[in-house]
């Protein structure tokens, strides 16, 4: 496993390895085809942050008519949310009747998620999960409770394995966090 890092001048331990991502991985990809075996459903991966995680879950899908498009919705700059909510692009033109399933990264306020089901919702799909890498459920201010959750944390900041600080360190297989939180 790698060793503490600084990045930004912020510092950072190991937090989870990869080996207990890929398990827990696992687990959400087997509660998901309990779910939604014999549907085709559409998968949609939240850029950039949950790249890597949809990767690794729709390999373990196991379910070979699921779809995945990739949309993009962006609200945070450096290591606190601004609040701000932009639109999401690179949605497929038609989502009426389909099973939707979003990837994400990370669930910290909420906002971006109910943002994004209430958009998704306006397309009449049959159904709309939710899945997260990570909920940090002291911090979520809407209520919003994700269907899949890999791993709930506290309210601290996390880099590696997709998630970014500044657009860096989305390359680690770990996932670290801030030791100053
Ligand atoms: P929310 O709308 O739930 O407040 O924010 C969700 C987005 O904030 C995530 O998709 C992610 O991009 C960003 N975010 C929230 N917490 C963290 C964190 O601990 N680390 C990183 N790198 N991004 C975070």
Known sequence: MENKLVVNGLKFVPYLKEDEIMKQVRRVASELRRDLEG?????????????????????????????????????????????????????????????IVIIEDIVDTGLTADRMIADLKAKNPASVRFATLLHKPASTKTGFVPDYVAFSIPPKFIIGYGLDLDGKVRNLRDIYVNSED
């Open 39 to 99: 549907k085709q459903p559409l998968f949609l991966c939240v850029l950039n942050g949950a790249f890597i995680f949809a990767a690794d879950l729709f390999r373990e899908i196991g379910i070979n008519d699921a779809q995945i498009a990739f949309v993009r919705y962006a609200s945070y700059e450096g290591t606190s949310s601004t609040g701000k909510v932009r639109q999401m692009m690179g949605l497929p033109e038609n989502i009426e009747g389909r099973d």
